[in-house]
């Protein structure tokens, strides 16, 4: 069964290093989502691609994070610089289309900000 | 902000017992999700229930839906350890595109 792959699995960082995240979403799906899981909570949409351009960026904080998904397929997000606030799990999922589909999760890389 | 907001926050229970958790929502949606969290990894995706539909069965679990109500009832039936985990809804706003947003979730422990 395909999988949303996410690497690394765990991040430790120190406060104002510069932090990467990648993503490989499904084969076939154009619609990709990064969240933030902050422990004890659901997670909360950051950013959401549909193909190659970004459709809801609304609770990015953009001064320190940045994203992308240059050909539409894997990608990419970005903290720099890192703050402790940001430790956290960060999901990445996929899915067909961007309305009234199901998404499917990556196993998340988990964020340690020291 | 989150838009979802389950009820209990905690449930244990004894194996063959059955375990109900409850979402409720705020505003018009497209559709409501239930996904399951293993402690530390990724969410997995266990039922998707259309706003026009009321009643959702796969294998032990059952969702209902009530718009009028703006609430959501998981039911997992003759519960295991294997289901313990924490259980979340997201919904997806009748206004967004594709936009999930989750509640706080449920921790479920289901003890032998």
């Known amino acids: 069964e395909a999988e949303v792959a996410q690497s690394p699995r765990y991040k430790i960082t120190e406060k104002s290093q510069a932090v990467a995240f990648w993503c490989d979403p499904i084969s076939g799906h154009a619609t990709l989502y990064w969240y933030r899981q902050i422990l004890g909570q659901g997670p909360e949409l950051l950013v959401q691609f549909q193909d190659e351009s970004v459709v809801d960026d609304s609770q990015l904080p953009k001064d320190r994070f940045s994203a992308e998904r240059l050909k539409g397929v894997d990608s990419t997000l970005k903290i720099q610089p890192a703050e402790l606030g940001d430790s956290a799990m960060y999901l990445c999922a996929s899915s067909l289309g961007p309305r009234g589909e199901t998404q499917y999760f990556g196993p998340g890389t988990r964020l340690l900000v020291l | 902000s989150q838009q979802g907001e389950e009820d209990p926050q905690a449930l244990s229970i004894q194996e063959g017992e059955n375990a109900t958790m409850n979402c409720s929502y705020k505003t018009s949606i497209n559709n409501l999700q239930w996904y399951r969290q293993n402690s530390g990894r990724g969410l997995v995706h266990l039922i998707l229930?259309?706003?026009?539909?009321r009643e959702k069965h796969s294998g032990r679990l059952r969702v209902t839906l009530d718009t009028s109500k703006k609430s959501s009832s998981l039911l997992i039936t003759a519960s295991r350890a294997a289901d313990t985990a924490s259980y979340f809804c997201?919904?997806?706003?009748?206004?967004?595109?594709?936009?999930?947003?989750f509640g706080a979730g449920t921790q479920v422990v289901v003890t032998p």
């Open positions: 997201a919904t997806d706003a009748a206004d967004s595109w594709g936009k999930l947003q």
């Open positions: 229930i259309r706003s026009n539909e």
